[in-house]
């Protein structure tokens, strides 16, 4: 399928969906290659075809949903949101749950692809802060609707591209070599419960001290949407929680209950008390962010 014809069949399917096709500019071709195979697979010959086999099947848009997740990720992806959590954010929230006399530090990690970014805030923590705060315990719940995603986060082995942007002193203590690949040690996977979960439905789980859901709801998700998945992480939150995104990414216009945190990284503060709005984005709304998960 050529890319014009990608993009035409992109642009009637995402709205379909309750996604937004400017999340999907710079990375299509991840979602063309899978629905050209699937295309194949139904014996379609061109988007028009696939487009009247929806029409007959409405049970392929289940299918066609699950090939336009994106998934871009590695470990310690956007060095710079790892400092500000490492120096700033996670401190400050240990502080405070220290203060309430809580025995875990609760994260939950949403759109967690084959789990590079539960585990690298795994990583940082125990190498960085669990000294400073030896009451606490992390517990990070990390989230997809990959079913393989998941698997590949349970096995822990990862090729070198993705975890070459380690620090170095992080990649030497967490991780050993195992047929070409670097597996990580099981200290740094036992704070970490892996399950299948779709963001876009409720979540039985929290209060979190910390949430992240970084290039996947409010960069793919229309407006609607991304405001319903603001509100049920709000609600998932603490009282003084963190919402953090990715560095591209801000909530939508309207969306209440959240406050910004100044000179953060997309950083978002659920009120001890009251309701704060997110003032409108002087980028219009629109993320530029080029993948999903972290």
Known sequence: MKDPDCV?????????????????????????????????QLSCE??????????RHPEEWRVLDALCRITVTRFYRDQRVFQVLVERILPELART??????????????????????????????LELAGRFPELNLEILATDTDDGLLQRAA???????????????????????????????????????????????PLDA????????????????????QREVARAMYERLRPAGVLLLGAHERLPEGTPGFAV??????????????????????????AQGTGSHG
């Not at 061109?46 to 029409?55: E, G, I, M, S």
């Not at 203060?99 to 539960?118: D, M, N, Q, T």
């Open 155 to 201: 096995d822990a082995c990862y090729p070198w591209s993705s975890i070459r942007h380690l620090p170095q002193g992080w990649r030497s203590r967490a991780f050993k070599t195992h047929d070409g690949c670097f597996c990580l040690a099981p200290v740094f996977t036992a704070p970490v419960i892996l399950r299948c979960h779709d963001v876009r439905t």
């Open 46 to 55: 061109d988007a028009a075809a696939y487009r009247h086999y929806l029409d």
């Open 8 to 40: 035409a069949f992109l642009q009637w399917a995402l709205p379909r969906m309750r996604l937004r096709w400017p999340g999907f500019r710079r990375v299509r071709r991840q979602a063309c290659k899978r629905i050209e195979r699937r295309m194949s």
């Open 97 to 126: 749950a220290v203060a309430r006399r809580a025995r875990e530090l609760r994260v939950w990690c949403a759109g967690c692809a084959s789990g590079e970014e539960p585990y690298t805030l795994s990583i940082a923590w125990h």
């Open 261 to 286: 945190i100044p000179e953060g990284q997309s950083l978002y503060r659920r009120p001890r008390t009251g309701i704060a709005a997110c003032p409108p984005d002087p980028a219009g709304g629109r």
């Open 206 to 225: 929290g209060p979190f001290d910390l949430i992240l859901c970084r290039n996947l709801a409010f960069t793919y998700f229309e407006p609607a949407l």
